[in-house]
Every structure is written in C-alpha cells, then in structure tokens.
C-alpha cells in the first residue's frame, strides 16, 4: 500500500564551477515529497527559480529546458535497484523534459556497479538548453 515518508523544503544552489563565457549556475527553492509503495520509493520534487538580473543571468531560460519538477522511482528487484527519473518543464506549448534509467548492483557489501542512460535536456549545466543522449557507468557506495 500507498505510505507517505516525507515532506521537505529546501534552497539549492548548483553551479558548474566555471567563469565567465563557461559559467552556469542557478538558485531555486524546491518542495519535495516522499512516499512508499510495497518495496519502492517514489519522490517528487518541484521547484522556482529564484530570478537574478537579465545582465547576471549565465542560464536564461533554464527553467524551460532543466524543468520545473522531477519525479524518481527507485524500485529494487531481488539484487538489482531499478530507478526512473522524469523531468518537465510543465510547459505544454513548448514541452521539454528529461529520462534517466539506472541499474544499480552489489558488487560486495559497500560497493556497487551503476549503469546509466538517459535522454532529454540538462543532463550538463554548460549543456543544458541541447538534446542530448548520454550512457554511463560508475561506482557507488549508496544502498539504495
């Protein structure tokens, strides 16, 4: 059955690092909301962009691209996690979003093998306003 876990409000700031030309930051205040049901775990998150000065801004229209909410669904199955994520601009005129699809795996007891391709836009920050396909793999120590 259907069990609510949580609810959180938060101010995030994420930014590539860079300067100048290459720079790519932004600040928003996202509402996030946790739930389970049977083994998985559903969060969705939504969030505003807080507005900065049009001569400031390094990412006009990021909210239009990145999005303005995101929905994961990490779901495990016997060894295995499965996890979904969606994003959307909630634009329907002009709609753009995001999928991510992860596999994770036991490699040992702390370490595991992750498998990863997602499709849309803002996968990079430097990147975020093109489509783009990307495959990855990696490490990690998180027990999902």
Not at 6 to 27: D, F, T, V
Not at 102 to 123: C, E, K, N, T, V
Request: charged share 20%; hydrophobic share 40%.
């Amino acid at each position: 059955h259907f069990k609510f876990k949580m609810l959180g409000l938060s101010i995030n700031h994420q930014s590539n690092g860079k300067e100048a030309a290459l720079s790519r930051s932004w600040n928003r205040i996202i509402l996030m909301g946790v739930a389970s049901w049977k083994n998985s775990i559903i969060t969705a998150r939504v969030w505003r962009r807080f507005s900065e000065k049009s001569i400031e801004d390094d990412n006009p229209q990021i909210e239009e691209y990145i999005g303005r909410s995101e929905v994961t669904a990490a779901i495990p199955f016997r060894k295995n996690v499965f996890t979904l994520t969606v994003r959307n601009n909630l634009n329907f005129n002009h709609n753009r979003g995001h999928a991510e699809l992860s596999w994770i795996y036991p490699l040992s007891r702390d370490l595991r093998i992750m498998l990863q391709a997602s499709h849309g836009y803002g996968d990079s920050l430097i990147d975020y306003n093109y489509k783009q396909t990307v495959l990855g793999v990696g490490f990690t120590f998180l027990n999902l």
